[in-house]
């Protein structure tokens, strides 16, 4: 009995995860638990907190209006317009005396007023990464820090269909008809010119932001004020085959040594957002057509969710738009040196700039996947993206 337990006991223990992972392997290949495990919008708190109540996140009375927005295929979307605390303070008092709760029209607020009447407003859209809602984890405290003190910043984040309170399921396509819907309702209802638009991603939301940049500057010709990404990746293909949970779970890293079955299952892939792609060609395009662009990428250094060097490969892809062709790697990896200030252990910036098209990459030490949201090089990025410390805007 003893020999046949130690043959049986240490097969259990490599069996179970061989088989565990096989099974999440095979269904990771069906679009639809594919999907589940990407987005996690089915994990959430919503039952720890009422979202229509956002002093419950430090927010003043009435200084977050929450609404839904529609998509262009009849999806409903739940949204925040957040008024900076500055401007809110000059309205305290009508502000707070109107009704709380989501509002059934927001056009007919005093906070939208506020947005809409004032010709020099400036608004961010924020786009949150995957999983929960538009209040889970660090996600006010990033609020919280582009429109408090003294900042000037409206803010509009929404929850991506099947996120939250909003309704449909999330797909490639879906999420970019949702972020064009949201910057559509900003330039069309609200009345805010792209040009005093800064779209902020985070994670997931780098590539959405990056698939809207794409979709509304090279089709519609929308120079926005900036783009602002934080803890971007390059493709999810080329980020998942090297991903590991916490920087220590392998999810598909250990299908490396088998390049062949590693190709497999990338095929299989649904979503593919091509975050490095969708630069190339932005950039391109808007540097064809002489029109301006600011795109920063900002990555902590000690990021375990997405190594920072996938911000290596976005800011690449985004010179090699600007210079118009593939760029051998060492070429690449010197004239990048030459534009590169280095600002401590860990820490740098690298600027390449041809006319008006500016990309900038920031690496900070600290504040992780999710921290860095509420540290300064995000903020600087954006009031660079508006023209402080800049160029005026055209």
Known sequence: MANIASVLVPSLVLGLPLGLYTLFLSLSAIPYFQRNFLYAHKIHTLWWGNINEPEQW????????????????????????????????????????????????????????LLRDDPTAKLIISFHGNAAQLTQGRRPAHYHSLTSLHSPYHLLTLDYRGFGLSSGTPTEQGLILDATAAVDWAVRTAG???????LVGHSLGTAVAAAASELLTLREGWDFAGVVLVAGFSSLPEMLSGYAIAGWVPVLRPLTWWPWLLDKVMARVVDKWDSAGRWREIVKGVKERNGRLRLSLVHAKNDWDIPCHESDELFRAAVEGLVGERMDRAQFEAEKRQRTMVKGKNSFVATWEEGDVVVRQELFPHGGHNGVLTYTPVLTAVMRSFGLNDRPSR
């Open 58 to 113: 430090g927010f003043a009375k009435n200084q977050v209006t929450p609404f839904q927005l529609t998509t262009a295929d009849n999806q409903t979307l739940y949204a925040w317009h957040i008024l900076p605390l500055s401007l809110y303070t000059q309205h305290e008092a009508k502000l707070s005396s109107q009704p709380d709760g989501i509002s059934p029209d927001i056009t007919a607020t005093e906070n939208f007023r």
């Open 192 to 198: 805010i010119p792209p040009s005093r638009i800064v």
